[in-house]
């Protein structure tokens, strides 16, 4: 199975920008959507933030970080990415990775998720 593994958080100030990565270990991203998830604050649901299909590479964003997010993925570094523009406060959270062959909008249809990294933005 596939094990999703994230890098790439920390603290940046409003405006700023960041770089998420999602690395797959024991097995590629062949044939997987990966998708990004932000978990805000206990009592929320996680929120889906962006995700790229495996059959034609199309991205998906929310709309809260269309314009500003761009998903992408390097095949040979079985890498997926998630470059963050224009960071808001309310972008914190703590940000996940998944591996899913379901519907990419829903969380629920990922089976493999990393363990999260956090983003902080500071006003």
């Known amino acids: 199975q596939v094990q999703p593994v994230e890098t790439g958080g920390g603290l940046v100030q409003a405006g700023g920008s960041l770089r998420l990565s999602c690395a797959a270990s024991?097995?590629?991203?062949?044939?997987?959507?990966v998708g990004w998830f932000r978990h805000q604050a206990p009592g929320k649901e996680r929120e889906f933030v962006a995700?790229?299909?495996?059959?034609?590479?199309?991205?998906y964003y929310a709309d809260s970080v269309k314009g500003r997010f761009t998903v992408s993925r390097d095949n040979a570094k079985n890498t997926v990415y998630l470059q963050m523009n224009s960071l808001k406060p309310e972008d914190t959270a703590l940000y996940y990775c998944?591996?899913?062959?379901?519907?990419?909008?829903?969380?629920?249809?990922?089976?493999?998720w990393g363990q999260g990294t956090q983003v902080t933005v500071s006003s």
């Open positions: 024991g097995r590629t991203f062949s044939n997987y959507n």
């Open positions: 995700a790229i299909r495996w059959s034609d590479g199309r991205p």
């Open positions: 998944a591996a899913g062959v379901g519907n990419v909008l829903r969380a629920d249809e990922y089976n493999y």
